[in-house]
């Protein structure tokens, strides 16, 4: 495997002003670059690339996430901003709409402004 390799995540959006008012200002995220297809973002040594699209179908699936040391403190900020955790039916989540696995991991799902389903996970070990 080529050792100079990065990852680059990718995120759609037919609302880029809303897409970035919530990444930058919502995720804390640093805008590096905005043009006519992207908003591209730094999320720490990582790079989200947020596409431009004419139109948009969120996924019903998460489609990106991040892994937190402390979901409860995640969760009310995002609360605190207007951004609810999603719940759903299958899962026992507590009241701030976090899901305990079986393997002890913390998980709570929320919507960007395009629907697409992102997520934090807290894992049992960090």
């Known amino acids: 495997m080529i050792q100079t390799r990065q990852p680059v ?59 937190v040391s402390d979901i409860a403190q995640e969760v009310s900020r995002l609360a605190s901003l207007g951004v609810p955790t999603l719940r759903f039916e ?11 696995t079986p393997d002890g991991h913390q998980i709570a799902w929320f919507h960007d402004p395009c629907g697409n389903v992102l997520s934090f996970t807290q894992y049992a070990d960090a």
């Open 90 to 100: 299958q899962l026992p989540q507590d009241a701030q709409g976090v899901w305990t």
């Open 9 to 67: 995540s990718f995120i759609a959006t037919d609302r880029p002003d809303a897409a970035q008012a919530f990444y930058k200002d919502v995720m804390g995220l640093e805008l590096r670059e905005r043009s006519d297809f992207a908003l591209v973002f730094a999320d720490g040594d990582h790079v989200l690339r947020v596409q431009i699209v004419p139109e948009l179908t969120p996924a019903g699936h998460t489609v990106h996430g991040w892994q």
